[in-house]
């Protein structure tokens, strides 16, 4: 792993730019996670994780504690760490919050008469871009990361930060649940993802918010 087990350096303290081992070890195992490498209720044992890894057990135990604060994995004394297995129910609590406070965000944008900005606007070009062969957990990434962009563009930090939270449980559900999005016609999922950015730039915020509830009511079996 190209990081530091350590956040001193014998100068004295590393640059700002430095990436901890736990934290390049914590977006490791996220990136297998949400990618399905990592599977719902798949245990995760800190000892072959550390040697797989190439770091301490004290770093490995570090990023596994981290990553059940954020949600992602859970932990049970005598089993050890587990990806986390978000049921319908909980999905459909998630979804309540996540509307929310999307409609919060994009709703100011428009009542501020902000366009879609661009890291957002390059998100979507991407999310339309047929030439592209891409699965469909790149998809939705794509897709997490243009609605995160939306909300980050509104200001809030506390926003921002509950919406992540809000936006790995809804991912590890996705993910649980990518036959149901592999069998949706990729035109529709382009264009309502269009079609908010669109109604972001109109400036009228109840059409962003009929909009994104429409987007968001999702109609996954259980």
């Known amino acids: 792993m190209q990081a530091s087990d350590s956040s001193t350096s014998a100068n004295g303290p590393a640059p700002l730019g430095t990436v901890s081992a736990v934290d390049a070890l914590v977006a490791a195992l996220s990136e297998r996670v949400l990618n399905a490498e990592l599977r719902p209720g798949d245990r995760i044992r800190e000892s072959p994780l550390a040697s797989e890894y190439q770091v301490a057990r004290h770093t490995a135990r570090a990023a596994l504690t981290k990553l059940t604060a954020s949600g992602l994995l859970a932990y ?3 089993r050890g760490w587990s990806v986390v297995e978000v049921s319908a129910e909980e999905f459909a609590d998630i979804t309540f919050l996540r509307i929310a406070l999307e409609a919060q965000a994009m709703r100011e944008l428009a009542v501020r008469g902000e366009k879609v900005g ?13 030439s592209a062969a891409r699965t ?7 897709d997490m990361d243009l609605h995160r ?19 790995l449980l809804m991912s590890l559900y996705f993910v649980s ?3 149901w999005f592999e069998g949706t016609p990729l035109t529709e999922f382009q264009d309502l993802h269009r079609r908010l950015c669109e ?4 400036g009228d915020p ?8 429409q987007q968001l009511h999702y109609q996954i079996p259980a």
């Open 76 to 78: 049970q004394p005598n």
């Open 118 to 130: 661009p890291l957002a606007q390059n998100l979507l070009g991407r999310l339309l871009d047929d």
């Open 136 to 142: 469909w957990h790149e998809r939705l990434k794509i």
């Open 149 to 167: 962009a939306l909300v980050d563009q509104a200001g809030s930090r506390r926003v921002s930060e509950i919406y992540r939270e809000v936006q």
């Open 177 to 179: 649940r990518i036959e």
């Open 199 to 202: 109604a972001i730039d109109s």
């Open 206 to 213: 109840d059409r962003v918010e009929r909009h994104l509830r």
